[in-house]
């Protein structure tokens, strides 16, 4: 894993040993992570969509590996069970980049200086807006919806188990619903995007 005190950050991935270059740039990513919550798309299309912003339209035949450099990629570099998007369907999300878009603004506004709507994609690496984002301090509104919105009730004491419960619901992330089946395999989701490209083609040569 690369150390962003002194390594140069990545904006580049190796697939059986040939360079590919990506979207390194945090807006880049912020979309991809929008894709993968989209209630309204398919997992196949989103894999599509996905691919081709990380890959800037000109994906590895390999969409494997493809994925899963994109995930470490995703993840800051951190290596793990890659399986099922990294998406754990058990867990609660504590944020959402569409829904708490202003909150995300004020806190980086406020913490670090940083304008994020004038601050351009590859102006900020991706792995430097996560350094930042996950070292958000506690004051921010931000901060307090992420702890409600994951908090475990059983740990809140009794007196402020009433405005827990409330802060849940105020600012529940509406795509929480979306049921995510973890247990479909990478490679079965590869099979997935192939026949939705082959399906895109033979629609375009109409």
Request: net charge neutral; with cysteine; aromatic share 12%.
């Amino acid at each position: 894993m690369e150390n962003i005190l002194i390594d140069e950050l990545p904006r580049t991935v190796i697939i059986h040993g040939e360079e590919w270059p990506i979207d390194w740039g945090y807006r880049a990513s912020m979309l991809c992570e929008i894709d993968l919550f989209s209630m309204n798309k398919e997992d196949d299309q989103k894999m599509y969509e996905v691919l081709n912003i990380f890959y800037k339209n000109n994906v590895p035949d390999d969409l494997e590996e493809a994925m899963n450099q994109f995930l470490y990629f995703f993840k800051g570099g951190i290596i793990e069970n890659n399986e099922g998007l990294g998406i754990s369907k058990n867990s609660n999300r504590a944020y959402d980049f569409d829904q708490d878009a202003s909150m995300i603004y004020a806190a980086f506004r406020s913490q670090y200086g940083i304008n994020l709507n004038k601050t351009k994609n590859q102006e900020l690496h991706w792995w430097e807006f996560l350094a930042m984002f996950n070292s958000l301090n506690e004051e921010h509104l931000l901060s307090k919806v992420m702890y409600w919105r994951t908090v475990n009730l059983k740990d809140v004491s009794k007196s402020e188990k009433k405005f827990v419960r409330a802060m849940k619901k105020r600012y529940a992330i509406k795509s929480e619903q979306i049921k995510i089946d973890s247990k479909l395999k990478l490679s079965r989701r590869n099979a997935k995007m192939k026949e939705y490209v082959k399906k895109r083609i033979e629609e375009c040569k109409k």
